[in-house]
């Protein structure tokens, strides 16, 4: 079965650096479009950024360009959220997505001082 396990979570500080890891089992992973979400309290969840079957085309919500990358290694089935400059408005529920309805369990973020 599907199956998408994040990691990497944790609390950090305003402008520290974590890195989010997303294990994949139980389909192709190198033939799917991976997408990263995140939920904040009492907001709706909102798309991250995406990836593409191979790794070059990559998208990212506004609210992250340019502080977030998305990255992938399907020899490992894993793609990565590297998240750098964090912001106290960052701090969400990360969510792993495939598409069909599979989702990860999350994985907390916090960035407070």
């Known amino acids: 079965q599907v199956q998408l396990v994040e990691s990497g979570g944790g609390l950090v500080q305003p402008g520290g650096s974590l890195r989010l890891s997303c294990a994949a089992s139980?389909?192709?992973?190198?033939?799917?479009?991976m997408y990263w979400y995140r939920q904040a309290p009492g907001k709706e969840r909102e798309l991250v950024g995406s990836?593409?079957?191979?790794?070059?085309?990559?998208d990212y919500a506004d609210s992250v360009k340019g502080r977030f990358t998305i990255s992938r290694d399907n020899a490992k089935n894993t793609v990565y959220l590297q998240m750098n400059s964090l912001k106290s408005e960052d701090t969400a529920v990360y969510y792993c997505?495939?598409?069909?309805?599979?989702w990860g369990q999350g994985t907390q973020v916090t960035v407070s001082s």
């Open positions: 139980g389909f192709t992973f190198m033939n799917y479009d």
């Open positions: 990836i593409n079957t191979r790794g070059g085309i990559t």
């Open positions: 997505y495939r598409g069909g309805g599979f």
